[in-house]
């Protein structure tokens, strides 16, 4: 996730964007995936 207003960032991982990747991927005949997912807010710094 990445701070509209400070560009604070931390990593989250999760297990159901992962398996959507490999599904969606596999429907396709992909294989090796790799993929990069960005989440934009305001962290509760620059929201308070």
Known sequence: MVC??????????E??????????GGEHGYTQLTHSVEIYG?????AA
């Open 4 to 13: 509209r207003s400070c560009g604070a960032a931390e990593e989250i991982r």
């Open 15 to 24: 297990g159901a964007i992962e398996d959507w990747v490999a599904r969606v």
């Open 42 to 46: 305001l962290c509760a710094v620059c």
